[in-house]
T-cell receptor, first 112, second 117 residues
Framework: DAKTTQPTSMDCAEGRAANLPCNHSTISGNEYVYWYRQIHSQGPQYIIH???NNETNEMASLIITEDRKSSTLILPHATLRDTAVYYC?????????????FGKGTRLHILP | DAGVIQSPRHEVTEMGQEVTLRCKPISGHNSLFWYRQTMMRGLELLIY????????DSGMPEDRFSAKMPNASFSTLKIQPSEPRDSAVYFCASSLGGWFSVNQPQHFGDGTRLSIL
């Protein structure tokens, strides 16, 4: 089972900020939060990751709550090309042999 | 920069045939991963190599599946004999560092869409 909970789908108007939530209430202190997205017919694409501080790069911002039990991925100015399934992933457990678990993700629809 | 390159992009074959999927990781990356994606099961990790050595193959569904990495720039995933339930999109990914080195993201290829008739 994935250790994250995400809404199944979300809509966002083109040009607006898209805020994608993720709950990871069982996250351990040294586990990172990663975000990937998968555009139709393509492989998953890395977006951003963080540990406890908020992070920003050219694609998105990641806001992690102080207790680290949840996070939000922000696409500041969504475009139609941002329509994709977005996966929130945390490393499962402490063992280096633990697997990445891709859950169902959030299907984001950008509306023109 | 060249990303992860997979071939073929599409493969259609009859059940019982041998299928070989190929992957060229990003130059300099020392970890390689094979995933399978279906509507029912989502994205599943099949096997992980580090420095050309298989580290975790617990996701390989059964003995019909095998993977090799003869050198740092090439890997194969083979299914013999193939069955209709093997139909899926197979992705290869590579990264720097260890298994899921916490500061190194995985970079995925565009996948091979496999259909077994």
């Amino acid at each position: 089972d994935a250790k994250t909970t995400q809404p199944t789908s979300m809509d966002c108007a083109e040009g607006r900020a898209a805020n994608l939530p993720c709950n990871h209430s069982t996250i351990s202190g040294n586990e990172y939060v990663y975000w990937y997205r998968q555009i139709h017919s393509q492989g998953p694409q890395y977006i951003i990751h963080g540990l406890k501080n908020n992070e920003t790069n050219e694609m998105a911002s990641l806001i992690i709550t102080e207790d680290r039990k949840s996070s939000t991925l922000i696409l500041p100015h969504a475009t139609l090309r941002d329509t994709a399934v977005y996966y929130c992933i945390v490393r499962v457990g402490e063992n280096r042999d633990d697997k990445i678990i891709f859950g169902k993700g959030t299907r984001l629809h950008i509306l023109p | 920069d060249a990303g992860v390159i997979q071939s073929p992009r599409h493969e259609v074959t009859e059940m019982g045939q041998e299928v070989t999927l190929r992957c060229k990781p990003i130059s300099g990356h020392n970890s390689l991963f094979w995933y399978r994606q279906t509507m029912m099961r989502g994205l599943e990790l099949l096997i992980y190599f580090n420095n050309n050595v298989p580290i975790d193959d617990s996701g390989m569904p059964e003995d019909r599946f095998s993977a090799k990495m003869p050198n740092a720039s090439f890997s194969t995933l083979k299914i013999q004999p193939s069955e209709p339930r093997d139909s899926a999109v197979y992705f290869c990914a590579s990264s720097l560092g260890g298994w899921f080195s916490v500061n190194q993201p995985q970079h995925f290829g565009d996948g091979t869409r496999l259909s077994i008739l």
